[in-house]
């Protein structure tokens, strides 16, 4: 969800995973995710950590075009050479902009300590250390909540 314009097959998924992995999310990616999708959808995905499908993804505004596989080459340089026929600095300058905008979120050195520490109790918990375990094993790992 990171990239400026995003094209999938129709049988793609989405996912967020790190619950899976007892991880917390870091600071950065929920930034985006928050800046790509609606709440109630970020909330859902990152609670469940279960797909969603390309065409709900595409619903949601998540993702720009589905295409078939056999056509997604053509229709992606297609598309980067309608970006590269304009003015590269005015489009770079552009982008930039819209990333400055899009994480122009104040956030105190207060809270950023309260969400660092927050991590913190995640990072130390036995669950953490069960879910690298797990992936490592490659097994599904049994969270306590502790």
């Known amino acids: 969800m990171a990239c400026d314009i995003l094209v999938a097959v129709p049988d793609a998924t989405f ?26 959808v970020a909330k859902e995905m990152l609670f469940t950590a279960q797909p969603i499908p390309a065409a709900q993804a595409l619903n949601l505004g998540m993702i720009n ?48 300590d309260r969400m660092q520490g927050l991590r913190r109790v995640v990072y130390d918990s036995y669950d953490y250390q069960e879910g690298i375990d797990a992936f490592r094993e490659k097994r599904k790992p049994a969270f306590k909540g502790e």
């Open 15 to 40: 996912a967020i995973t790190p619950a899976k992995l007892g991880v917390p999310y870091n600071l950065g990616g929920l930034l985006t995710i928050l800046n790509m999708i609606p709440m109630p």
């Open 65 to 112: 075009y589905i295409k078939p596989k056999e056509e997604i080459d053509a229709f992606v340089y297609h598309l980067a050479g309608q970006i590269t026929a304009n003015s590269p600095l005015s489009v770079s300058v552009m982008k930039e902009e819209l990333r400055l905008l899009a994480s122009a979120r104040s956030i105190t050195p207060e809270l950023f």
